[in-house]
């Protein structure tokens, strides 16, 4: 069975400053990755997805996300941070052996400081 | 503007009774999730839906009900066999795929006990 390990609960960056969120996953066949934000009390919105081809993703808000199969990785990245990207952020990995089923991280919640 | 629709969007339980989330999604898509959020606990799956008239159990079933009479609509259901119903419960629908497809979500329903 496929699982994703998001290391890191909490991560507080300054405003402008550089940031990396960390995603491991465990599945036995070439995954299908995705990352989504969730501001407090609303919805999961998608910022990107990785199937094949290009290991590095361009997602929106500015996002991007690099696949590293010797890794089992997919961390998000974003050069520069601004306050509104304060949220909640989750990676999922998708199995095709169970129809369209997503396996989420438990989160890392994102503080951006003045 | 398509989505989903999720009401109402806080409600409350009264010890031994049953209450009813709503879903409604005008997407044309065929599959569709319910999921449980805790925090800390990221997402946990209690039903899908792939088609009309068709659902399986997620990994927290338990304790919950649901019904696929039509494409657009997936209502769930707390019933008083759920002890800890606590929650902040999301709808995703999706088309159908193998994993590879994003699940988009509506804005979540937060259940108390009063």
């Known amino acids: 069975a496929q699982s994703v390990t998001q290391p890191d609960i909490h991560i507080t960056v300054s405003e402008g400053a550089s940031l990396e969120l960390r995603c491991n996953y465990s599945?036995?066949?070439?995954?299908?990755l995705f990352w989504y934000v969730q501001s407090p009390g609303q919805g999961l919105q998608l910022l990107l997805k990785?199937?094949?081809?290009?290991?590095l993703v361009q997602g929106i808000k500015g996002f991007e996300a690099e696949f590293k199969r010797s890794q089992s990785s997919f961390n998000l990245r974003k050069p520069s941070v601004h306050w509104s990207d304060a949220a909640e952020y989750f990676c999922?990995?998708?199995?095709?052996?169970?129809?369209?089923?997503?396996?989420f991280g438990g989160g890392t919640r994102l503080m951006v400081k003045p | 503007d398509g989505g989903i629709t999720q009401s109402p969007k806080y409600l409350f339980r009264k010890e031994g009774q049953n209450v009813t989330l709503s879903c409604e999604q005008n997407?044309?898509?065929?599959?569709m999730y319910w999921y449980r959020q805790d925090p800390g606990q990221g997402l946990r799956l209690i039903y899908y839906?792939?088609?009309?008239?068709?659902?399986q159990k997620g990994d927290i079933a338990e304790g919950y009900s649901v019904s696929r009479e039509k494409k657009e609509s997936f209502p769930l259901t707390v019933t008083s066999a759920q002890k800890n119903p606590t929650a902040f419960y999301l709808c995703?629908?999706?088309?159908?795929?193998?994993?590879?497809?994003?699940?988009?979500f509506g804005d979540g329903t937060r259940l108390s006990i009063l």
């Open positions: 999922a990995v998708g199995a095709g052996d169970a129809g369209n089923m997503l396996t």
């Open positions: 997407l044309n898509h065929d599959a």
């Open positions: 990785y199937f094949s081809g290009d290991t």
């Open positions: 599945y036995g066949a070439t995954p299908y």
């Open positions: 995703a629908s999706s088309i159908q795929g193998r994993g590879n497809q994003p699940q988009h």
């Open positions: 839906s792939q088609i009309v008239n068709d659902f």
